[in-house]
């Protein structure tokens, strides 16, 4: 499947973004969906995780500022953050990994077979 990330930018401290992740070649109610961050010169981490059922899985980091969700009807999912915070500047990435192929790692970059581009969201204190 090829994903298509968008939605970062330029925001001050507190403010909201929505990032989108949409799919083509293939349908994403069939995998399970990752959205990780990798800050410069710093490992890609985990943000949030949607199972092809709809449960959600968050780094602590984030509990309770941001909400993954997914429309199967427009093969997008979605990461709303809010109260963004100048140390959650990043480039952040979705990821999709097939159902059958799923080893229940979701945190773990190297669960993720499929990989978007990235998009920049930078947060100004």
């Known amino acids: 499947v090829q994903l298509q990330a968008s939605g970062g930018g330029l925001v001050q401290a507190g403010d909201s973004l929505r990032l989108s992740c949409t799919a083509s070649?293939?349908?994403?109610?069939?995998?399970?969906m990752g959205w990780f961050r990798q800050a410069p010169g710093k490992e890609r981490e985990f943000v949030a995780a949607?199972?092809?059922?709809?449960?959600?899985y968050y780094a602590e980091s984030v509990k309770g500022r941001f909400t993954i969700s997914r429309d199967n009807t427009k093969n997008t999912v979605y990461l709303q953050m809010n109260s963004l915070k100048p140390e959650d500047t990043a480039v952040y990435y979705c990821?999709?990994?097939?159902?059958?192929?799923?080893?229940?790692?979701?945190?773990?970059?190297?669960?993720?077979?499929?990989w978007g581009q990235g998009t920049q969201v930078t947060v100004s204190s």
């Open positions: 949607i199972s092809w059922r709809g449960g959600t």
């Open positions: 070649g293939s349908t994403l109610s069939s995998y399970f």
């Open positions: 990821a999709a990994d097939f159902i059958s192929r799923f080893r229940g790692n979701y945190d773990a970059p190297n669960e993720y077979e499929d």
